[in-house]
């Protein structure tokens, strides 16, 4: 009698999405010790944007080249080795001494994280069906989200019962054992992994995207950036990441101090929007798979995305004329609701039109988009210095989504990147 079998493609979305979980809380560390890390340091806000800033930089800076690398030599020992430099760096962050090295080693860090991604749309790409790319994206990218909310009141505890330095070691330790396990099971292609079932294999084989010979070949950047899709794509992901990058740099230090709050309160209601993010990769995910079977490939990609981008434009606005903590979360909530639901079109896009190169494509796109985070790391800081107020950023966030979009309406995931 056969045992039950679990398909093995799902293994490796549980993989991504622990994945996921362990890059943003190892991003986001920083903002919840960032009291502790001020006052150790003696550093401003200022110079405190430079570093939240400074991580995106670099992050954004190495998105191609580690999307090509991932095209070329595969997730399994790309993601192995990625996980492994950025646990080194997270373990190092601890070690800072003053601004310039904590710049250092946030740069290193920014870089050595910046093949997850491209790495796992390259997974996706291989591992997963047409019809379940959606979901796949939906549920790998809800890991960071979760991570995060989870993780936000959970290390404020961490902080304070060992401190900011010992907090980044523990959180460095994590990544190696992923490491691990993903180098010894995972397998690039699904008809090299010994546990699948002939079954899984052909299903995958013959329902995931399709490629011709001369789509196998490896991408050239001049040929990404003549495509008009490319650059549309890159724009509207810039104006997604203004608005999440908030959540992960300045949302915890600002509803702390403008409402008064603990650092485990402020790490609670912080954590809310996170959760919210969650459920909208989710809910875009499904409807983007819904969609897709309903024969609409071109509208199962931007009707999620614009639903997503009126949202966090309508929810940003909304949030700043809030008094109490309570409802402004509320608004940021539906605001991150919003942004998070533009993430499974987006990287469904980036595979779609990439097909074989799906790693350059989405790690171009999120180069673009992670200059956003690199902007809206600093634009806080900097616009409330100017301004008195923080209240020009939340409208510019709201523009840049009206902005994406009408760009949203010009994408389209069934040309070719040589093609559009």
Not at 152 to 168: E, I, K, T
Not at 181 to 201: A, L, M, N, R, T
């Given at each position: ?54 991580f995106a930089l670099s992050y954004a800076l190495a998105q191609t080249p580690s999307g090509m690398l991932a095209d070329r030599f595969g997730p399994r020992k790309i993601l192995t080795v990625v996980v492994s430099l950025w646990s080194i760096l997270t373990t190092l962050t601890g070690a800072a001494w ?32 047409m019809s379940e790319r959606g979901i796949a994206n939906g549920i790998n990218f809800s890991g960071g989200r979760i991570g995060v909310a989870v993780a936000l009141p959970l290390v404020a505890l961490l902080v304070d019962a060992v401190g900011w330095r010992m907090s980044f070691v523990v959180l460095g ?248």
């Amino acid at each position: 009698m056969r045992s039950y079998y679990f398909p093995r493609r799902y293994f490796m979305i549980f993989g991504t999405f622990l994945l996921a979980m362990i890059v943003l809380v190892d991003r986001a560390c920083i903002s919840v010790a960032k009291e502790s890390i001020v006052k150790d340091l003696g550093l401003t806000n200022t110079q405190m944007g430079w570093v939240f800033s400074i991580f995106a930089l670099s992050y954004a800076l190495a998105q191609t080249p580690s999307g090509m690398l991932a095209d070329r030599f595969g997730p399994r020992k790309i993601l192995t080795v990625v996980v492994s430099l950025w646990s080194i760096l997270t373990t190092l962050t601890g070690a800072a001494w003053n601004f310039i090295s904590l710049l250092i080693v946030r740069f290193l860090f920014g870089a050595g994280e910046a093949g997850a991604f491209p790495g796992m749309a390259k997974a996706v790409f291989s591992w997963i069906p047409m019809s379940e790319r959606g979901i796949a994206n939906g549920i790998n990218f809800s890991g960071g989200r979760i991570g995060v909310a989870v993780a936000l009141p959970l290390v404020a505890l961490l902080v304070d019962a060992v401190g900011w330095r010992m907090s980044f070691v523990v959180l460095g330790l994590i990544g190696f054992v992923w490491a691990f396990i993903w180098y010894f099971w995972f397998k690039d292609e699904p008809s090299d992994h010994k546990g699948i079932s002939v079954e899984e294999k052909n299903f995958i084989l013959t329902e995931r995207q399709q490629i011709s010979p001369e789509e196998s070949r490896f991408l050239e950047i001049r040929t990404m950036f003549k495509s008009r899709n490319m650059w549309r794509i890159m724009i509207q992901y810039f104006c997604s990441n203004f608005t999440f990058f908030f959540t992960l740099t300045w949302l915890f230090p600002h509803i702390k101090e403008r409402y008064m709050l603990d650092s485990v309160e402020a790490g609670f209601y912080a954590s809310i929007p996170l959760l919210a993010g969650a459920m909208g990769n989710w809910v875009s995910g499904w409807l983007v798979d819904y969609i897709y079977k309903k024969k609409h490939w071109n509208l199962s990609r931007k009707i999620p995305a614009i639903i997503g981008f009126s949202l966090s434009a309508l929810g940003l606005v909304l949030s700043i004329y809030m008094d109490n903590v309570l409802p402004a979360i509320i608004f940021l909530s539906i605001a991150i609701f919003g942004a998070d639901m533009t993430l499974s079109p987006s990287w469904a896009v980036c595979v779609d039109i990439g097909k074989n190169n799906a790693g350059s494509v989405s790690g171009t796109m999120n180069m673009a988009g992670n200059l956003g985070s690199f902007i809206t790391a600093l634009a806080f800081p900097y616009i409330n210095v100017w301004a008195g107020s923080v209240t020009p950023f939340f409208y510019t966030g709201a523009a840049l989504n009206i902005i994406a979009i009408i760009l949203w309406t010009f994408i389209r995931s069934d040309r070719a990147i040589e093609e559009y």
